[in-house]
């Protein structure tokens, strides 16, 4: 999907959301038992109509072992089939040397078919650039992430004083350009938003932690919006499991139908028409 | 698995040896049509007397789909089954916000039951905390890889000159011991393995890039050997795809026993037994 296809799902849906499926079976109701693929299904149907992107998880289907596996691959053709506009990313945070990096992007652009993935930057240059050899698709990068561990080596400056998330910005700049990479910036981190605008004025951000990781989005369009949009907003658990009962699909309608309502308005505010 | 029980090991043995389950179908014998458990059964079966792990790198797996992720399976039960002794890694780097590493931990420690992950430590402490709290079980985090990118980022320095590697490897002392936490440093740079060991002398490490990336084992010997041994020296392709032919079995134990040999004179030179 290039970069060109993905703001015009922005415009035509007038929404830049993101639903994560990272399905908990412990919040899913008992009637589904434990099926993830059963749940995601519903859960596609009630929210493709608000939201420009899925973002699966894989260690949510792992955690079920070759089963789990299957259901994410179902997921992904479910998606593809009934909803080809839709952009989808595996959130993966992969990354090795090179010649298993190869494996890693064979695995998730040749046999799942998904449009993007989510890289570790830890190795460099030769673990993310496999990745980076398939035409239409997406590497999201790792860069400032939405947990308290960013605080561990992310914030570390080196000695001219920039941190590493700001190196990882400009270095992996050199690897590809905002036509296939993308950064992952979390929405807790919000101020830290206008800093990487300056660094990467053009580039899609893939932004988690709003909802229940407590970012704003108001805060994250004021910092982080450009004349491309060039944010998408995921929500994970603020939607999928907004309700563990028999309601889940609708509540999860429910609230992707409210992000996406606040997202027009700030798409009409910022004139992204 | 406990510190202790992978020394008697090693002495019992007389190895450090981990053979890397990373099979490349394009390398292996026509006649198995691309069955990556058939194949893992016979390098097992040909190296378990020489080595005291396995490590299996997810990413040659995945790359089959849920079918791949079952041979991994099929993979992890056999060694199990037949060889309780030995220590399997999951090589995966994974590293997410913490409820998805939950996730991450509960797939390979209670639903493949391996002993041990790879973990990227970019994310920071809640990343890998998940993964530390199972009793017998460990954490391989990487520290300094043996790959060309590993110079982007780990080994810049920050404003007190530290490079990000050394940081990685103070820091997560404070997250747990060396009774369930270990490193990966990689062979290619066997002269920096002095320097590992002034900053974690009690911690094994787990060293790959011996072989095909052209490390030397008797130099990471040199720098990185302590009483307990502390090693763990990793070889995949060297061994596993020593031949491409029928006779690959055969080739890969001659290859893990050569590599058997050195390290038992090693370890009587080093005087460990």
Request: with cysteine; hydrophobic share 45%; net charge negative.
């Amino acid at each position: 999907m290039t970069k060109e296809q993905i703001l015009e799902n922005i415009r035509l849906k007038q929404s830049f959301l993101c639903v994560g499926l990272d399905p908990d079976m412990a919040k899913m109701p008992p009637s589904l038992r434990g099926d993830l693929f059963a749940f995601n299904r519903e859960i596609i149907d009630a929210t493709a109509p608000h939201a420009i992107a899925f973002k699966p998880n894989l260690a949510f289907y792992e955690v079920q072992g070759a089963r789990g596996y299957a259901a994410f691959e179902q997921t992904v053709a479910y998606i593809r089939d009934h909803y080809p506009d839709i952009f989808i990313i595996a959130d993966a945070k992969r990354g090795d040397i090179g010649n298993t990096s190869r494996m890693y992007a064979s695995s998730v652009f040749d046999t799942l078919g998904v449009d993007a993935i989510t890289v570790a930057p830890y190795m460099g240059e030769d673990s993310v650039s496999p990745f980076l050899g398939y035409d239409g698709k997406w590497v999201i990068l790792l860069a400032l992430t939405s947990n308290m561990g960013s605080r561990d080596f992310q914030l570390v400056a080196d000695a001219e004083g920039t941190p590493l998330w700001e190196r990882v910005l400009t270095t992996s700049q050199q690897w590809a350009d905002s036509s296939r990479m993308m950064y992952v910036v979390g929405a807790t981190k919000a101020e830290m938003l206008s800093r990487v605008r300056e660094l990467v004025p053009y580039h899609f951000l893939l932004v988690p932690g709003v909802g229940a990781q407590g970012g704003s989005l108001d805060e994250v369009a004021r910092h982080g919006i450009t004349r491309e949009c060039g944010l998408i907003v995921n929500s994970s658990r603020g939607i999928i499991h907004a309700s563990s009962g028999e309601d889940f699909a609708r509540k999860a309608a429910q609230k992707a139908s409210e992000l996406q309502a606040q997202m027009a308005q700030l798409l009409a505010y910022y004139e992204i028409l």
